[in-house]
């Protein structure tokens, strides 16, 4: 569950990303995790995120 | 909960720049200016309200440049942290942030004076209603921001907006999906499949298993070929190494054979030239040199060696023989040796006798020549003896001398005495006159007198007289037999070294007669010594001789044996050489038939070999083949996996893009009217009605341009070419103020990091005005290093509705914090 007032923009953004249907789950969910790891940990948090998926590891995140 | 929440003081302690505690009170003005120049503290009150809010710092939060920690949010002077921020709205909310260095931070919180317990950090949330993130959009206002608006090219702009929107955040989301890792990926496995399709092509028809099959049966039936071949080559091989084994022996044989007939000439040769020796003569020689070396042994007390010569009274002629004669000949050397040594001996005892001898002479001839010297005293003696007697009777009568003076002696002193006696008493008599006698006192005569004179004169002229003279010649007497007494005495004592001497040279004369018999008896033993000498060396020449003799008769003695059996040895190997049967013509036929085997051998191996080679190469190509498929299986595998992949990522960068574009409508929707309201609040001037500002989708990004309506022709005209800075930056301005309230919350203040900054006075004037004539925020923070605003703001605001803070250097201890308004 998202904290309420940690950002009421990303809350906003991540809302908008699950509004977008036409997409299936996964994608939603993938964008969704690369946004928060963009914004916690840097352009080096979401290459970790693909390197991962890469090796075979969690493409279903 | 409270609303419209304003700053009533912020107390900082050993935050950045300060040290010691700084108060700012606020009261209840509008604009708070707080003024002072680069580095004096002006910012870091503001990021003070930040930390106090958020327990963080943009500096600490933000991705990329330059990331600070908590630490270095501590003044380098301080090891506490300590902000107070009191926020006024419905309630009084006290926000007390602390942190140590090297400790974790702490908040606390009262609300209207009363702590909050659980969970502070959310309950403050709550109160605010703003994250951080949305608050330094929508509170902080920083010049940078403000100019990048009002000057920016349409990129920069651009980026500026998004970032105040939250849009970049979309875009560098989208931007740091990495597709081009992905796609190098791609491209390698690509390549890789593309070279095992390569390998696979160059191994060719490895899939034909008939081939494998018919070489295999090529293969068994090479190889029971081969076998059947080294069979024969084995038997052949055998029968050759018998032949020649045969041959073999005979070559042998015959190296032998001719290997005894040069041995047998060779001896034949030596027999030439060593001399024949009669047995009997031989014979006669040992027994004569045995006899005399036992009569030798004998003489020489070698009774062992003479009992041993005995044993055997007749001679056998074997070889031991030249080894007693050798045993002879070592004792005759040992002899030879005692003979040298015992010569040795008698002639240095001869050399000691003779020193001897010459040194006993010596000495008698001193002593006689002593004797001869002493023998005078001894007449001397006895001619002495004769005259005065024994040495005693002189001795007596010296004594009787002696005291027939003494005697005189008396008498000489009594008539001395006497004498002058009768001169006191005439001298008294003659001088006095006296009649009597001075002594008797009887009457004197002349004739007394006379008397007494005449008595005086006799002892004076004869009676001393007489008497000295009798003692002297006494005393002469004696003198003359003392002096013969001590004579001899003196002699005496010579004749007792005479005596002495005479008895010496009787022994000397012993001892000289007994050296003189010890020396002819060494001279004796010396000619004794010498002669067996003689006979010895005499000995051993002969022994010598006899050896030589006997070595040379058991040396032909030996040859003419071993001639003998070389002649046996060599009518054996021609007995045996006759028997040996050799044919050749089977062997070069064996022969020439193992070379055609060995040929055809060798040619079915090589045969085997290339195709047990190329047998190989195929079953190994096989497999190879195997594994090239089941790794170009996975890489396929791989490649498909990432294609999907990618394209997984390419949706979910569209489906941000379209986010993003979502949001940008959105977010230009809702502030469109509140940056209308707020542009009419400030710009009262009815030339410029309306603002709008548009999204402009380009291929690379989407820019954003701000368009106003013309309020008398109604046209829609870009502010970028066609207002003045002064409408671009109010135009800005009301941008940034309805962000303030993009999303609801309870702050009621917003912070102005230099908002003046490169814009001239009337811009400035301006910009205060239009601020001040807002409804929201209630309370306007603006940091500034231009001191002129204080007089702005008073004209706009009144005095009544400001506050000034003019912030100094201060060293160590931070700023300095004056309020001068």
Redesign the interface.
């Known amino acids: 569950m998202r904290r309420k007032y940690e950002s009421k923009l990303i809350e906003e953004i991540l809302n908008l990303i699950d509004s977008r249907v036409e997409y299936d789950k996964n994608t939603r969910k993938l964008a969704k995790t690369i946004l928060l790891a963009f914004k916690n940990e840097g352009r080096k948090g979401v290459e970790k995120i693909v390197e991962n998926m890469m090796e075979g590891k969690n493409l279903d995140a | 909960m409270p609303n419209g929440l304003k700053i009533e003081s912020l107390e900082i302690k050993g935050f950045r720049s300060f040290n010691l505690p700084r108060k700012f009170e606020l009261e209840d003005a509008r604009f708070i200016l707080l003024i002072g120049p680069i580095g004096s503290g002006k910012s870091s009150v503001l990021k003070a309200i930040e930390y106090a809010l958020y327990g963080s710092s943009y500096e600490i939060t933000r ?2 440049l330059i990331r600070l920690k908590h630490e270095d949010m501590v003044n380098d002077f301080s090891d506490l942290l300590n902000i107070e921020l009191i926020l006024k709205g419905e309630h009084r909310v006290r926000i007390v942030r602390g942190r140590k260095r090297g400790r974790p931070g702490r908040l606390r919180v009262y609300l209207d004076n009363m702590p909050v317990k659980n969970d502070v950090e959310r309950f403050l ?2 109160v605010i ?6 608050f330094l ?1 929508e509170i902080v206002i920083h010049h940078l921001i403000l100019r990048d608006i009002v000057e920016g090219g349409p990129v920069r702009r651009s980026i500026a907006l998004d970032r105040l929107f ?1 849009i970049e ?2 875009e ?2 989208y931007k ?3 597709l081009t ?2 796609e190098k ?1 791609i491209l390698e496995y690509e390549r890789k499949i593309g070279e095992l399709n390569l390998e696979l092509a160059k191994i060719g028809a490895f899939h034909d298993p008939e081939r494998i099959k018919s070489m295999e049966i090529d293969i068994n039936r090479l190889r029971n070929r081969i076998e059947t071949l080294q069979r024969e080559h084995k038997q052949v091989e055998s029968m050759l190494s018998e032949m020649e084994e045969t041959e073999l022996r005979r070559k042998l044989l015959l190296e032998r054979y001719y290997s005894l007939k040069s041995q047998l000439e060779e001896i034949d040769g030596k027999l030439d030239r060593v001399e024949e020796i009669s047995t009997v003569e031989i014979i006669s020689d040992i027994e004569d040199v045995l006899e005399n070396a036992r009569s030798l042994f004998r003489d020489m007390l070698y009774e062992e060696m003479a009992k041993e010569l005995y044993k055997e009274p007749r001679v056998v002629l074997k070889e031991d023989i030249i080894e007693k004669l050798n045993r002879i000949l070592l004792a005759m050397n040992n002899i030879m040796k005692d003979l040298e040594y015992k010569l040795d001996n008698q002639l240095n005892e001869r050399i000691e006798y003779k020193r001897r001898y010459d040194v006993l002479r010596g000495k008698q001839i001193d002593l006689e020549s002593e004797i001869e010297k002493l023998i005078h005293y001894r007449y001397e003696y006895t001619d002495l003896v004769k005259k005065y007697g024994l040495p005693d009777d002189i001795s007596k009568r010296i004594e009787e001398y002696e005291a027939e003076l003494l005697k005189l002696g008396r008498k000489n002193r009594q008539l001395k005495n006497i004498w002058d006696l009768l001169k006191v008493t005439i001298d008294r008599i003659e001088l006095e006159k006296r009649t009597k006698c001075p002594i008797c006192g009887k009457e004197l005569v002349s004739e007394d007198l006379e008397k007494m004179r005449r008595r005086r004169k006799e002892i004076e002229e004869k009676d001393l007289v007489n008497i000295i003279r009798k003692m002297e010649e006494i005393e002469s007497k004696i003198n003359e037999l003392r002096d013969i007494l001590n004579r001899i005495r003196g002699i005496e004592e010579n004749i007792r070294r005479l005596e002495e001497l005479e008895l010496e040279k009787e022994e000397l004369e012993r001892k000289i007669t007994k050296i003189s018999n010890l020396l002819h008896h060494a001279e004796e033993n010396i000619h004794i010594v010498k002669d067996k000498m003689r006979r010895a060396r005499y000995l051993k020449e002969r022994l010598s001789d006899l050896i030589e003799k006997l070595t040379t008769y058991f040396e032909r003695k030996s040859l003419l044996e071993r001639r003998r059996d070389i002649q046996k040895n060599l009518e054996s190997i021609k007995e045996e050489l006759e028997k040996l049967r050799y044919e050749e013509s089977r062997y070069l036929k064996l022969k020439k038939r193992k070379e055609e085997l060995e040929k055809i051998l060798f040619e079915d191996k090589v045969k085997l070999e290339s195709l047990l080679r190329e047998y190989e190469k195929l079953k190994k190509d096989l497999e190879r083949a195997k594994d090239f498929f089941k790794r170009k299986e996975q890489l396929e595998r ?1 490649l498909e ?2 294609r ?2 990618y394209k ?2 390419e ?2 960068r569209k ?2 893009r ?2 993003q574009a ?2 940008r409508v ?1 977010m230009l929707k809702r502030i469109r009217s509140n940056m209308n309201k707020t542009f009419k609040q400030l710009y009262v001037h009815p030339d410029l009605v309306e603002v709008d500002i548009r999204a402009i989708e380009t291929p690379k990004r989407s820019v954003y341009e701000i368009y106003v309506k013309r309020g008398s022709d109604g046209t829609w005209i870009p502010i970028y070419s066609k207002l003045s800075d002064g409408q671009r930056l109010m135009i800005a301005l009301s941008l940034l103020l309805s962000i303030y309230k993009l ?1 609801p919350h309870n702050i009621d203040f917003i912070l102005l990091d230099e908002p003046f900054a490169n814009i001239n006075g009337e811009c400035r004037r301006s910009i205060l005005k239009l601020l001040a004539n807002t409804e929201s925020p209630s309370q306007i923070f603006i940091a500034t290093q231009d001191e002129s605003i204080i007089d702005l703001v008073k004209k706009i605001v009144g005095k009544d509705n400001m506050i000034a803070y003019k912030l100094t250097y201060g060293g160590i201890e931070g700023p300095k914090v004056t309020r001068i308004c």
Do not use: A
């Open positions: 991705l990329g949330r709550d209603m703003l994250g951080h993130e949305d959009r939250g955040l979309l560098q989301s740091s999906i990495p890792m992905v990926k791989k996996y990432l999907k992949l997984y990522l949706n979910v489906l941000l379209e986010v979502d949001l959105r999303y």
